[in-house]
């Protein structure tokens, strides 16, 4: 009897230092959005967004997990940013441009960089850099159908600064964003999915935040489109 009341016990002290642990790292922490009207719309962490739907009366119509899809969804036709990286623009649908806050504008590219007007808006292949003007990738749907935008953004240059904003954007409508701090060289896993028609654009924005020292910033963009398995 002493024997199985001491194995119990040590099971539930394991249980408790797993749980323990399970639940003290700073990435398990989470932000809750709510709609306008105090629905809960989305829990989300470093890692992974889950996302509500309701019906115009207010009840719960689905659930959907955007950091873990592949049990339901496969991904086909993916285009990496950095795959893409080249002196064309609408290579594998992705352009190189800056955004001045009222408009996008085409990039010219040169000695292996894309230069906005502003002095040092401009993209290499691994990191993307505002100034003035936000530095901006855009992909275009070649056509329609539901998307999946992943990858990971973060500082470059985590050395100083003051960080930078971030945001995906659906032709005018805010999807997702995020402030990056300087030192932040972890920074966000993305998992969207959206619907998208032909002729859709999707953009990754990086704006200096007050100043663009050490404003470089890694963002390798994915997308693909997925097809219920």
Known sequence: MNSLLAFFICAFLLFFVVFLVANSYPDNTLNYE?????????????????????????NLLSKSNEGNLNGKYKPIEVSSSYDAYGGVQGNQNWYYQEWNGTSYKDMSYKKGQWLGSSPVTLFIKEAMH???????????????????????????????????????????????????????????????TVAVNAGDSIYFLVNKNGTNLCDATRWNSVIGYLDAR
């Open 34 to 58: 709510y709609d306008s009207i105090g629905r809960l719309n989305c829990i989300e962490s470093r890692s992974n967004r889950e996302c509500y739907q309701y019906d115009p009366q207010g």
């Open 130 to 192: 505002p100034d003035e003007t936000d530095a901006v990738r855009k992909w275009v749907a070649p056509k329609s159908g539901l998307v999946r935008i992943a990858g990971n953004v973060a500082m470059y240059d985590a050395v100083g600064g003051d960080g930078v904003n971030v945001k995906i954007m659906k032709n005018n409508i805010q999807l997702w964003s995020k402030k990056l701090n300087y030192n932040d060289s972890t920074g966000y896993e993305v998992g969207l």
